[in-house]
């Protein structure tokens, strides 16, 4: 047989380096196969053990789903820990003294409304607080405290199962030490994550303080109503006395405060005081603290607290000055008196808008919640502020901290920056169909204009033209702009920013409508006026300590854009904040699916703006910017600007046009304003028919009447001047022709509205 590497008589080189190749090639293979074949034969040995571990039957459904829920219980515990690591940034070496200030704080006028800071000292020790005052507070909050780890397992469990039988939340499940942790690091906002971070917090002060010292810092530092923190506080403003002095019954009355201070708190309900202080006493003796007999006096003699139903603190603004006050010294202990920019009659005022406008109408729109600020545009001092409809229920501050996206209010920066890039108010852009990376921004009912100046884009608020603008300036220049106006939340940039979808807050809104109002003066919206020391020493003051405003956007182009806000607010969609006594300028806004509704608007005189929605990012109920906030935004405005003298808005002047005004305020015939026009939803099909009609009457030929025949048609024409009106005026000299009704345009989801006004 012939030699297979042999190729002829000089091949004998080529020959041994092939036998030498396979030699090679069959080592690897030898390797490889040996490895794979031990392999296959431990594997068949692992399998042969484990058979004797095998289940059948309904067994081994049992240990498969055990197995299935060690594996995700496993997999969720490293997620909530994930959640949770971001909260012990919080957990700094000085939290426990991060509050060690007592401030007393003064309205603009120099009176005293509020104190925050040390509301948790020493000065009444534990072993001095009364032995019912810890009991009540227990039996109520947590009677297994000195018993758990930080979290109550029994009693969330308890509490489950009272809620699912109640179809309703009606007991709480956290442990004292949770809601400490709450107080301490955390908001009131509800989620999954919060619980999560709150959980964990728990633990950890668990392991870094005893169950005494938990208790105290609970005691001393848990919101119990106007404006005390702290059973030693709340006994003062309530009762007039020392904690160390209260009674059972007054005992009980403060330690009903804990769930929802701003429902039982007696100066503003004190039969539901009385009636939640009842609930703690039977508490008491179901916990086992106390016996029928025991708490029988009190039940029969419920307290009865020193008369404070006309006091109201400003609570959350008072929240917002004692950060600027420790952010003012520099984070060290004082004892200070703090002046501050609040007027406690707008304040007032401001309160009562929000409370007003959702009490009356927020069912109606599906909206539960609101924050409006105010400033004075001559420097930047916050004259009214309202976080929240009730601070009671929730100490998140909405104004400062809620972040929502602006819609449509974001529009002025993209406006403005576009006028500082060569852009007019008459420079026409192609309201038309805009595609980017697949994304295509659609204006309401897929209208579009076709060529239009910015100025009307703007009054319509067409999504569009804002798209356009973004494209041909660079969005990196409208974050520039809105960052130099004095928006600080870090915005996004998106394909969508110049239709708002980067969230901000009130306060940023404020701070950029405020700059605009100030001919492009940076306006930064401040509370502390001046701050002294325990001796009455000055130590800071913000006109003597803070920069001069700085001219942030040009003078000329800022009066430019106000004037096109003063149109899109009188003409537009911001009608129903119109008032007589100043002219207004402002733009609405309105996100997708109806989940924020704002107004922000300025005058002369002072700039404000208001946000609209629900905490849980739910959908309201078709709100839009135009309504339910422009008319609170309308409710403070008007009663600011009562007897003062009015300064004119940049670009537009200081008198109101009394049509628009007349207008926007019409009266029923008792002489009071009129309701607020209720809203028909149309269907897509009858909008689109509404539409066509629409274009179909502007494209139809003008039609003219036909001359009278017959003598007696002549007669009556003659006599009536039917021939000098046939005649008609020349081209040049008719008068042009003005819609009966305009669509106007907010939003892509904007609905029509049709207005329907009492008679």
Known sequence: MRDPFSSGPSSGLWTRIRRRLLEVDSVIDAFFYSIIEGFKRAVEAYSAKLERFNVKGWRRGLVELLSDGLTMGAGGAVLMLALAIPAFDETHDDWLSQNDYSVVFLDRYGNEIGKRGILHNDSVPLDEIPDHMIKATLATEDRRFYTHYGIDFMGTFRALIENMRNKAVVQGGSSLTQQLAKNLFLTNERTIERKIKEAFLAMWLETHLTKNEILKLYLDRAYLGGGTFGVDAAAEFYFNKSVRDINLAEAAMIAGLFKAPGRYAPHIDLPAARGRANEVLVNMVQAGFMTEGQIYAARRKPATPVDRSGVTAPDYFLDWAFEEVKRITGGKAFFVTAKTTIDMNMQRVAE??????????????????????????????????????????????????????????????????????????????????????????????????????????????????????????????????????????????????????????????????????????????????????????????????????????????????????????????????????????????????????????????????????????????????????????????????????????????GVPEPDLVAAAQETGPDGQPAPPPVALILSRQSENLLYEIERLMQQAPELKPTAPSGPSAALRAKESGMDAWNQGPKPEEAAPVTPAAAVVEEDPDKVVEITIRGN
Not at 381 to 409: C, H, I, W
Not at 614 to 627: E, K, V, Y
């Open 352 to 653: 009562d808008a929000v409370e007003t406008s959702l009490r009356q109408y927020g069912k109606q729109y599906g909206a539960d919640q609101a924050a409006m600020a105010m400033a004075d545009l001559e420097d930047g001092a916050v004259r009214a502020m309202v976080g929240g409809r009730d601070y009671g229920e929730s100490q998140f501050n909405r104004a400062t901290s809620g972040k929502r996206q602006p819609g449509s209010s974001f529009k002025p920066y993209v406006y403005l920056t576009a006028l500082m890039n060569g852009y007019s108010p008459d420079s026409i852009v192609p309201d038309a169909p805009i595609t980017i990376g697949g994304w295509s921004p659609q204006n309401y009912g897929r209208r579009y204009r076709g060529n239009i100046p910015l100025t009307t884009a703007l009054q319509y608020s067409i999504n569009t033209v804002a798209v356009r603008l973004a494209q041909a300036v660079g969005r990196e220049k409208i974050v520039e702009t809105a960052v130099n106006m004095g928006v600080r939340t870090p915005l996004k940039i998106s394909k969508s920013l110049p239709l708002g979808a980067s969230e901000v807050t009130v306060m940023d809104q404020l701070a950029g409508f405020g700059t605009l109002a100030s001919g492009g003066l940076k306006l930064t919206p401040y509370a502390i006026v001046d701050i002294r020391n325990g001796e009455g020493d000055l130590i800071y003051r913000h006109s003597r300590d803070e920069p001069p405003r700085q001219q942030v956007v040009p003078a000329d182009k800022v009066s430019q854009l106000d004037a096109m806000l003063y149109t899109a607010a009188n003409n537009g969609t911001g009608r129903r904040a119109l008032f007589p006594t100043a002219p207004i300028a402002g733009k609405t806004g309105t996100t997708n699916a109806y989940r924020d509704g704002w107004f922000c608007g300025f005058t002369g005189n002072y700039v404000a703006t208001v946000w609209m929605g629900n905490d849980d990012f739910t959908s309201t109920r078709r709100m839009t910017g135009g309504s339910l906030p422009a008319m609170t935004w309308n409710k403070l405005m008007s009663y600011a600007h009562n007897g003062i003298e009015i300064k004119p808005i940049p670009g537009v002047g």
